[in-house]
């Protein structure tokens, strides 16, 4: 091992051990001072009471009580123990090969204690499950799982931190002894923070990263995993990039836009009174965040810079990685390389090699060089590493003498020593585990005036998985906001957030929903229907292209995209209701609400006239009017108007309208040139308009049922939630699980019917002989003769039966061969065609009846020879064969 330069760099300042070792002496001495003074307390009272006389009977109190002795119980930790016959022999044995490492390791941790005595030893050799040294960088086993969400680094450390608790390491200045295999640590569900970060490792490895374990310092809090003082990662604001405005080159001959009248000099003097109230809020926001950052800042922690730790480095280069990052194996959340969570690094591995870090942490981890190769920063344990080394330059003494030795070092090949295979099991992890996420299902985490819940997947009845409580202070006392996620739900429900200081909840849905509801705002007070609620749609699903519906106890307001009447926008106010004696009529129509004023917008229609072509549409229904806005005409800077005052009649079905053009109807017209219309056609277009007055006041009481019909199917999904199960996930799918059940079941059942229907062939004979319980040996060879007989007399049977057939086929084509030879000559061509077509059928049923008999002859032997050996092999017969 080489030292790269005399003075030892020092991961940690020496004097903050000195300093350390003062403080724990101070806090000793100050501890035996207040123990000395209340000895001292105590023995001056002792001497006071000596001084008093004690009656007799306080005398045998003080004697009854001097007997009775407490001491302290002593808390040990055991450390886990487990059973060397659960694991194969890697885990328990070292190869040659393995020895061979661990004697290398051994010389280089020897040559690193002679040469940086003041640093801490390196973790090279712990002890497995089985108390077996093995060298670190054959414990990681970079296996892939059939999980998409482990081909990501962020999801996989994300998995890793909510599927793992972590434990401390005690003490927390010292290196672990012991280090568990990756498969073990997965079964436990448990580790510190280099099992945590060894099992991270092997998942990033086998996902393509540039990935290595750091053993190093970090602080009190990074140690602990303690967010209290974090933001929680759901809150954080994503940065967005705001795009520069492009601005527009102007063309050699275009127009010059016009001269700038205003006064620079306001204009400046305007913007500087703008910077400064500007620059004043940022420094009074500046000032306020320090001081709630002093507020919060951690109390002074004694062991800082001696807490040792373990997390990932991720260099860039793989899998599109542009920067190199740390990422804390405790939260799975990434910090860049100079984070101050972390105060030093000792060294760094992977299953490749092992890196001892050289340079000065004095100042944490900032302006630390990661390049691997560099030996000067970097020493190597392996020299075969796929790292670029960078070499330091000779002296000219040197080359002069490396020239003579050329051919000498051709001829001599360098050989290395590489690193052996792991000796860990691959990684296995079921489905059922891996959805399960956190250790029995549920885990929660303290940030900064929030609590995270997570929970597995399938686990909870209504299918939460997360839940995210917002609070105003730091005790978690006042709660602002909560935010629930959920996952699987046949109602499409995805997440949920109720804010508790406006009353507001909204609800956000997946598509494909029943109603095609995209986002549901209401207040919790007042969830009946006619209340204040906010419903957003998914437009393109619907056939009516509602996006938005808006609803308080007076109005109704609905917006649209993309309708073929180009409406873009209905508004209606709602009157109070009459108050009626008398029963209740329920929430029919008799007790909807009264409809005072209905008003639709319209887009511009290019295929009409400006003047033709309605703007807005309003129905005064309590002043029994209609108000027409048409759409200005570009060269226009107001709108033709026309105004409708219904007839006294107009509600009589069938009646004919009272119409006086003067009194009930009046209009604008912006172009005089414009012939007026016709009184039939003024007449006409209010019986049109009478008609959209029905139709929109039904699409009114249409929507005011479809909200109450939402609200009843939101109340019934609430209490009765149901979970959606894929087809292919055979534990949880109830349905498929029944059918697979109900299937076996017949096919058992078809089973035993067809043993219960095969054929006794003895039966027949046994009846004949009064079906005795035992057979004899003489009713045996009788039941076997006959039997055996009669399969004979069968067979034969069977093919004179087939002979007699084909004997009579034969017959009959011989009979119409002979009529066919004496009526040739005077056959007609049909009576013809009608004789070769039957010889074609008898050959054909002749040659199968010849077919079947040689068949017959040949398999009837063959089943008699199987009755034989059935007769031989029966129970009741067996005996005496």
Known sequence: M??????????????????????????????????????????????????EELSPDAEALKVELAKIVVHSPAIEKKEEKFDPAEFPDSYKNNLPKELLILQYSDNFRRQYVHLYRDRKPLFLNPVNECGVEKFVCTTINPTQLPYKELYDWDTAAEFVADYLDFETLDPPYELPT?????????KRQKGNCFEYSTLLCSFLLSAGYDAYVVNGYATKETCLADETREICPLLQKKEQKVEEAKKKELKKYTVKPPRDLQSKFE??????????????????RQEEIERQLELEKPPPDPLYGLRIHAWILVLSGKREVAESFFIEPFTGLPYPVDSTNYLGIESVWNNTNYWVNMQDCSNGVQGLSYDLGDCTRWEYMFPGLDKPLLQIPETEDDLMAGLDDEEDEDKE????????????????????????????????????RAKLQKFAHYLMPDGLISRL???????????????????????????????????????????????????????????????ERTMIFYNEARVDGLKKRIETPSEMTEHFVNRDDFMFYKHVDFGKRQKKFGPQEGSGSGNTRPINKMVQKFHRNKSKLA??????????????????????EDARIVSSTREYIKPSNWEEKGATLKWESDQLHQTFQVDAD???????????????????????????????????????????????SELEIGVYDTDRNEKAKTHRKELERLQLEEKMRKQEMEIDYLAPFLAQIGDPEKVLRNQAFKLKEDCLNDLKQRLIDKANLIQARF?????????????????????????EEDYLNYCSDAMFRIHILEVRLNRHKEMAPTKYMTLEQKLRADPRLAEYF
């Open 178 to 186: 012991r280090l568990l295999s990756p498969t073990t640590v997965l």
């Open 611 to 632: 003047n033709e072509d309605i703007a807005e549409l309003v129905f005064l229904i309590s002043e029994d009017k209609i108000q027409i806005s048409y759409h200005t």
């Open 674 to 720: 414009i012939k007026n219309k016709k009184q039939v056609e003024i007449y006409q277009m209010m019986l049109n308009l009478l008609k959209c007055e029905d139709v929109c006041r039904e699409r009114v009481r249409e929507s005011e049922d479809e909200v109450r019909e939402i609200l009843n199917d939101r109340s019934k999904e609430d209490t009765e």
């Open 267 to 284: 204009l400046k003097m305007e913007q500087r009174k703008i910077a400064a109230k500007e620059a004043e809020e940022a420094k009074r």
């Open 469 to 531: 409580s917002v609070y105003d202070d730091r005790e978690l006392t006042d709660l602002m906001l909560i935010k629930e996620y959920y996952d699987h739900r046949q109602d499409k429900l995805h997440t949920k957030i109720h804010n508790h200081r406006t009353g507001w909840i909204s609800e956000h849905f997946y598509p494909g929903r029943h109603r095609c509801l995209k986002e549901h705002q209401y207040k919790a007070s007042a969830p009946a229907p006619e209340n």
């Open 2 to 51: 080489e030292s790269a330069s005399e003075e030892s760099p020092g991961l940690v300042p020496t004097d903050l051990d000195t300093t350390e070792g003062a403080d724990v002496t101070n806090d000793s001495s100050e501890l035996t001072a207040d123990i000395g003074e209340d000895q001292e307390e105590g023995s001056s009272e002792n001497v006071e009471g000596e001084e």
């Open 807 to 831: 004997e009579k086929e034969t017959q009959e084509l011989q009979k119409k061969q002979a009529w066919y030879q004496q009526n040739q000559v005077n056959m007609p061509k049909e009576n």
């Open 413 to 448: 090949v360098e050989r290395h020593l590489d690193m052996p295979p792991t000796w860990v099991e691959p990684l296995k992890l079921s489905l059922k585990d891996f959805q399960m996420r956190c250790p029995l299902g549920k885990k929660s985490k303290l940030y900064k």
